[in-house]
């Protein structure tokens, strides 16, 4: 469980880009936070591994206080919360098996990972997560080598090798186009149930974060002005989100089949 | 009508007053700075006949004393690759630590010094400096490799560093990786190949530096080629300097080719 207590972040240079943010995750699933650009959606996932010092408030992992931890503790804390990146941030220059390992990081020596020694059981486990998103005998690739879905899918497999208790996603779809943002989504979400992970996913799609999250938190100007399902999602909450605009276009029926909806018209172009 | 809009391009210098003062007080120091040479034409007059006798006893070119030209070029040649290798491996700590992205200021500012430093005085400076110290030969001419290398290489890798991709340093960190991990897995890959490539520069670099320094005494080549001029053995001399071209030459290539095969 997290719990995010009067979170705020201001920047040496005044910017306060979180005002006192407070909220729970209780439940495995996906929670996608929405919200127009500098609303503190990023600053708001790196506060909680720490990436980024929030200047007052608390976030607790389950009964760990990360805001309160030293060094040593908080890299042990960033061993159970996976991340995954907007522009990937792979490195590019190791291979995919080696980017996928590299979520072990936190567990091996310095001379296991130097050596690039890790343990059977990981090795497995990162052939197993390759064949499950779709990248099986890409191991030795070089990342750098890759289009930016299959670099997501790399992405996504380092962040569940670290068999995670919480998902921190930032942005995972934003470099992508919208057949490739809809299946990394899809494969993410189906994973994050799968393994019981809640996860945290900021998302300036909102027909995505509609079509794919169980619950959409709604930031503005670093403040949570939103809080509910994804039906609740109507044209007044979005204007508290954005700001006033036409929404009519931008809402999706509720019972409306988001594959069908894919299947439709892709139809309709042919 | 016709269109009488005209746009010309701002001027670097706004003010005219400022923009034609600077530029006439550029003009009145040039006429200055060439009165103030003192250039006696008597002497260059002198100088070219004699340069024209230098020539003439120059040629040709005399490689009967080969064993002393191989013996300076080896000598070169092994002082240029001890520092390097040397230069190479200590410019390590202090490029990392002069990288602004990942260390604390203080430690940053310390090992700035160090390049600011070793970086302000010549390679003939250095070597003057040394020769005093542990005496003329090539050990003088090593060291002072060694420093030349190790400002050049660290200064180098430290802007390699800052350039690097901050995004994948995060995403190592975010799996709760430690300092030195973070450096091998995702600042090391980074690096590498520029760090080998300016590594392999400095080595053909240090072969020319060598040559200079064995002039003020740091052994090598130019410790015989000093001596040649000091005798009046010009023939020697020449023969000398066609062997460091040559030697410049491989050494140019030899570092092309390894660098365009790093990547």
């Known amino acids: 469980m997290l719990k995010i207590t009067d979170l705020v972040k201001e920047y040496p240079n005044g910017l306060r880009a979180l005002k006192g943010v407070t909220l729970t995750i209780a439940d495995p699933g996906v929670v996608a936070v929405i919200g127009p650009s500098g609303a503190g959606k990023s600053t708001l996932i790196r506060c909680i591994n720490r990436l980024v010092d929030p200047t007052s408030g608390r976030v607790v992992l389950d009964d760990m206080d990360v805001t309160a931890l030293g060094r040593r503790d908080l890299r042990k804390a960033r061993r159970r919360m996976g991340m995954i990146f907007q522009e990937y941030n792979l490195v590019e220059r190791l291979t995919v098996m080696e980017n996928v390992l590299s979520g072990r990081l936190g567990y091996v020596s310095f001379w296991q990972a130097w050596r690039r020694r890790y343990p059977p059981q990981d090795v497995a486990a990162a052939f197993d997560l390759l064949d499950r998103v779709g990248l099986d005998g890409r191991e030795n690739t070089r990342a750098d080598a890759l289009s930016g879905g299959q670099r997501q899918r790399v992405g996504i497999a380092r962040a569940l090798m670290q068999r995670p208790d919480l998902l921190l996603v930032d942005e995972p779809t934003a470099s992508l186009d919208p057949k490739t943002a809809?299946?990394?989504?899809?494969?993410?979400?189906e994973l994050a149930h799968e393994l019981g992970t809640p996860a945290l996913v900021n998302i300036h799609d909102v027909h995505l974060a509609q079509s794919f999250a169980d619950r959409v938190i709604g930031l503005c100007d670093g403040e949570v002005v939103f809080d509910g399902g994804p039906a609740d999602l109507t044209a007044e909450a979005l204007t508290a989100i954005y700001g006033e605009e036409d929404w009519s276009a931008t809402i999706r029926p509720a019972d409306e089949d988001d594959e069908n909806g894919e299947n439709a018209a892709v139809a309709e172009a042919v | 009508m016709a269109d009488t809009r005209i746009w010309r391009p701002p001027a670097l210098i706004e003010s005219p007053a400022l923009r034609h003062g600077l530029t006439l007080a550029v003009i009145l120091y040039l006429v200055w700075s060439i009165g103030g040479l003192d250039i006696d034409w008597g002497?260059?007059?002198?100088?070219?006949?004699?340069?024209?006798?230098?020539?003439?006893?120059?040629?040709?070119?005399?490689?009967?004393?080969?064993?002393?030209?191989?013996?300076?070029?080896?000598e070169s040649l092994e002082m240029a690759l001890v520092s390097s290798l040397v230069g190479m491996i200590i410019a390590v700590p202090i490029g990392l630590c002069a990288a602004g992205n990942m260390v604390p200021k203080p430690v940053y500012l310390a090992a700035r010094a160090i390049i600011v430093v070793t970086r302000t005085f010549h390679e003939v400076i250095w070597a003057l400096f040394f020769v005093k110290i542990v005496g003329f030969g090539p050990l003088a001419g090593v060291l002072t490799l060694i420093v030349a290398s190790v400002s050049f290489i660290s200064k180098m890798l430290a802007e390699d560093i800052e350039n690097m991709n901050m995004g994948q340093v995060e995403a190592v960190r975010a799996t709760g990786a430690s300092f030195p991990k973070i450096l091998l897995y995702a600042v090391t890959p980074q690096i590498l190949p520029r760090y080998l490539?300016?590594?392999?520069?400095?080595?053909?670099?240090?072969?020319?530096?060598?040559?200079?320094?064995?002039?003020?005494?740091?052994?090598?080549?130019?410790?015989?080629?000093?001596?040649?001029?000091?005798?009046?053995?010009?023939?020697?001399?020449?023969?000398?300097?066609?062997?460091?071209?040559?030697?410049?030459?491989?050494?140019?290539?030899?570092s092309s080719w390894v660098r365009g095969r790093l990547r």
């Open chain 1, 182 to 189: 809809r299946q990394i989504m899809r494969i993410l979400v």
């Open chain 2, 43 to 74: 002497r260059v007059s002198q100088g070219l006949p004699r340069a024209g006798r230098m020539f003439e006893r120059m040629f040709p070119p005399n490689f009967e004393r080969w064993e002393l030209l191989v013996r300076g070029v080896v």
């Open chain 2, 197 to 254: 490539g300016v590594a392999i520069y400095r080595l053909d670099a240090n072969i020319r530096h060598s040559t200079v320094v064995g002039i003020v005494g740091g052994g090598g080549i130019g410790m015989t080629l000093t001596a040649t001029f000091k005798r009046y053995d010009y023939d020697f001399s020449l023969a000398i300097l066609l062997t460091i071209i040559a030697l410049v030459f491989l050494g140019e290539f030899f």
